[in-house]
């Protein structure tokens, strides 16, 4: 069966530090993973999605960026946070069919404060 | 273009049908989603349907769809304490990579 972690599980970091989120997947091979944000009181915004090793997809410009060293493997990561980037931030991965897809199966999150 | 609108806020009483309502803009969307959301915790895909279908029951869940309107509705018979939560509806557009556009969330809370 697949699995997907998400660490940490909350994280309080000051305004202007680095940031780096990781999301590994086991159990299956060449998913795609996307990092979705939720701001408080919001839906789920989609930030990033990749469909292979080294391929990152941005949905919205912003402070963060992606990367995805190996196949079940993706990072968000930040040089310098802002207070804005404050959100609970989700992991999720689906299996690729006829390239629609499936559902998407997410991690349990991790909660960022800026302060 | 991609908007998906709810309500946010359902408080009903435990043991009545909870029906949470959900409208979209991208007529050309194949699949939507139903996710709930516990406290604290990611998301748990709840049950989807597919475009091509007006109804889809599963257990105490039943997803309604009308295209014509683009109007999703989940409804959740002998609502448990348990349901408690937040339900997001969710479509994936066209396109391919099952990118998925989220509403704002529903939070359906249960008394006694």
């Known amino acids: 069966s697949q699995t997907i972690h998400q660490w940490p599980a909350t994280l309080v970091q000051p305004v202007g530090s680095p940031l780096s989120l990781e999301c590994t997947v086991e159990?299956?091979?060449?998913?795609?993973l996307y990092w979705y944000r939720q701001a408080a009181g919001r839906g789920l915004q989609l930030l990033f999605y990749s469909v292979g090793i080294g391929q990152i997809s941005s949905e919205v410009p912003q402070n963060l960026s992606a990367s995805r060293p190996q196949d079940r493997q993706f990072i968000l990561s930040s040089k310098k946070l802002l207070l804005s980037d404050s959100g609970f931030y989700l992991c999720a991965w689906s299996f690729i069919v006829n390239r629609k897809g499936t559902e998407a199966f997410f991690g349990q999150g991790t909660r960022l404060t800026v302060v | 273009g991609e908007d998906v609108e709810q309500s946010l806020f359902l408080s009903v009483r435990e043991g009545d049908s909870s029906v949470i309502n959900c409208t979209y803009t991208?007529?050309?969307?194949?699949?939507l989603y139903w996710y709930k959301q516990e406290p604290g915790a990611g998301l748990q895909l709840l049950t989807y349907?597919?475009?091509?279908?007006d109804m889809k029951q599963d257990q105490r869940l039943t997803v309604l769809l009308n295209k014509k309107d683009k109007h999703l509705s989940l409804r959740i018979a002998d609502t448990q304490t348990g349901d408690s939560a937040i339900y997001f509806c969710?479509?994936?557009?066209?396109?391919?990579?099952?990118?998925?556009?989220f509403g704002a969330g529903t939070r359906l809370a249960v008394h006694p």
């Open positions: 349907i597919f475009s091509n279908m």
């Open positions: 159990g299956t091979s060449n998913p795609n």
């Open positions: 969710a479509e994936s557009p066209p396109g391919g990579y099952n990118k998925l556009i």
């Open positions: 991208d007529s050309s969307s194949t699949y």
